[in-house]
Every structure is written in C-alpha cells, then in structure tokens.
C-alpha cells in the first residue's frame, strides 16, 4: 500500500502514562482542502516521526470540525508493543488496522455469526 500521507501534524502535547508503560499525544492534523486523513495514515506518520515501530502506536480519537480542515488526535504510544496489545480494547486494534486487514477481519466477523 502507498497511500501518500498528504497532510501536515504538529504535537501539542505529550503526557508520560509510566503505570501503562506508554506515552499519551494529542496531535493537531492539518489537512485543508481535503479529507480527513484515516487512522492508520495518522499512525504511520507518528511512528515515522517518533521513530517507534508501528505495531506500538495506537490512534485513539480523531476529531474534525466541519470545514477547518483541522482534526485533533489522540495516540497512545506504548514502549513495548506487546502492552498495547494486551492493554488496548480489541476494537481499537481493529479501527487501527490498513483497510485490507480490517475489511478481512471485519468479514470474517460477519460471517461466524
């Protein structure tokens, strides 16, 4: 997948969660003129950024308003990926997935039930 990361992200603030093992960032996404951009766009440009291996980083919540073409996120960046695993909801592991995965694992889902 080569889904070009057309959009600009600042860190506003960062928060050290030391019982969880992880750091806590709300970032502004500037994206003007366009949509906004998916989770895991958003996930790759932080594990770019920061230098964390992907499978560590974890969008919680993005927010847009309707027509700044800004959107403010919360990630969780966990030291151990293996945390974030265990510590995360299930469904957000799934929302923080490239599509094709979730769209199989959605599908498969559906199908069992």
Not at 71 to 86: F, K, M
Request: proline share 5%.
């Amino acid at each position: 997948m080569s889904a070009k990361l057309d959009f600009d992200l600042k860190i506003v603030k960062t928060r050290e969660n030391k019982l969880l093992g992880r750091t806590e960032i709300i970032a502004e996404i500037y994206h003007l003129g366009k949509g906004t951009p998916s989770r895991h766009m958003v996930r790759q440009r932080i594990a770019e950024m920061l230098g964390k291996p992907i499978n560590a980083v974890y969008v919680r919540k993005l927010l847009t308003e309707y027509g700044l073409g800004k959107t403010i996120g919360e990630i969780h960046i966990y030291q151990d990926p293996s945390l974030g695993e265990r510590i995360e909801p299930e469904y957000i592991r799934i929302r923080n997935l490239p599509p094709e995965e979730r769209r199989k694992i959605l599908e498969a889902r559906r199908g069992a039930s």
